[in-house]
Every structure is written in structure tokens, then in C-alpha cells.
């Protein structure tokens, strides 16, 4: 943004408009120094929690539900207009995928994000993040119980967690964005662990199961 566009966005603001944004900066740079920062929560509990529902439907074209997982792992997502776009399993999440550009990972809340040379076209970036394909796998998991398909997931939120380290890059700059990733964890989250499932109780299981807990507190 010009220094310009910036005067004239000023030049319209209520006082306490201007007052507001100022907090908003100046508590982004109290937590990119450790002062605000969320913190480890305590080792998580073992229990799933009540399922949703009490029983899933039966009737579904599995076949649906398998192929579409199947194009998940062979690294194939949908990105708005990129249709079966090759992005890899696991995807390279601070990656554009329209321009092919990497947003560096600097303090996620005082990120450019619209500065397109820095970071590509967000809208874009932001989207395989969603993890919508997340539901996909379980989905076919509950379904098929082939263990490809909930070792997918287990790859591709580890390799975000990995990638996407809080509270820094692309994915920790808008609130909207962490609530729609966390819909999707909620589905995943039930179709894996929910109705009795053993799933996440092995040590391994464990593991990455309070990893999981960890980024959504």
C-alpha cells in the first residue's frame, strides 16, 4: 500500500477508529516479542469426547468418498478456478499455488498479507489451508477404515504443523481463516476419534493427537 492510500484511509477514520488500530498494532508487537504469545496448555486428557451423533448413516457410494480421498493423496487439489491442481501430498502450505510464490515467515499478525509481490495472491494461499481435503480423507477412512487414508491425514496436519509454525507466516493472520480450519478440524476431528474409535490411542496416536489439541488451543 502507498503512503498516499494511507493518508486518505486516515483522513477518513473516527478517532476512535484510529485508537482502536493503534491497540490492535501495538498488541501484535507486545505478543511478536513473547508478552501476549498463547502459551503450551497443560497435557491434554485421553478422552475423545461425546460424538455429535449417536450413529452414522450407511447408505454412501464409497466408491465417491474413495476416489476422491484417492485424488487427495496423489497431491490433486481443487484451488477455486485451478481444478486438480498437482500441489503434492504433502502440499508446501506457505506456497502460492496461482503465482508460485512463498510468503516468508515472519509474525503472522503484522504479515502485508495483501502485498501481492510478498506473499502472491492470498486468497489462493489461504485455501489449501482450509482443510477441506482433511475432511475428504476422514470421510473415506470412516468408511473404508484402510489405514491410508487416516495415515493421510496424519501426514498432512503433521506437515502443517511443521510448515505453519504459530504464531508465524501466512496462516496466522486472519481470524475468519483459523475459524474455517477449525470447522473442518471439528468434521476430521469426529470422523476419526468419534463412535468408540481407537484411532489416536496408540503412543503414536497419542502424540499427534495432543499435537493437534496444541494448535487449536
Known amino acids: ?121 492470498i486468497k489462493y494461499l489461504w485455501e489449501p489451508s482450509r482443510h477441506g481435503e482433511l475432511v475428504t480423507l476422514a470421510q473415506a477412512w470412516r468408511l473404508t477404515r484402510e489405514r491410508r487414508y487416516s495415515a493421510g491425514c496424519g501426514a498432512l496436519l503433521n506437515s502443517w504443523f511443521d510448515q505453519c509454525p504459530y504464531p508465524f507466516g501466512p496462516h496466522w493472520t486472519s481470524s475468519l481463516e483459523h475459524g474455517l480450519r477449525l470447522v473442518n478440524w471439528a468434521f476430521a476431528w469426529q470422523l476419526l476419534c468419534g463412535q468408540g474409535s481407537s484411532l489416536l490411542e496408540s503412543d503414536e496416536g497419542r502424540v499427534f493427537r495432543e499435537r493437534w489439541l496444541k494448535s487449536v488451543y
Open 1 to 121: 500500500m502507498s503512503l498516499v492510500w494511507k493518508l486518505n484511509r486516515l483522513s477518513v477514520m473516527e478517532p476512535g477508529e484510529i485508537a482502536w488500530r493503534a491497540r490492535k498494532i501495538l498488541g501484535a508487537a507486545a505478543e511478536r516479542s513473547g508478552v501476549l504469545t498463547a502459551k503450551t496448555p497443560p497435557r491434554a486428557s485421553h478422552e475423545s469426547g461425546v460424538a455429535w451423533i449417536a450413529t452414522y448413516p450407511e447408505r454412501f457410494d464409497v466408491q465417491t468418498y474413495r476416489r476422491a480421498a484417492d485424488r487427495v493423496l496423489a497431491g490433486q487439489f481443487d484451488v477455486f478456478a485451478l481444478k486438480s491442481t498437482p500441489l503434492g501430498f504433502p502440499p508446501r502450505w506457505n506456497r502460492d499455488p496461482k503465482s508460485g510464490r512463498d510468503a516468508p515467515m515472519t509474525f503472522g499478525k503484522l504479515l502485508d498479507y495483501r502485498n501481492e509481490r510478498l506473499v502472491g495472491d
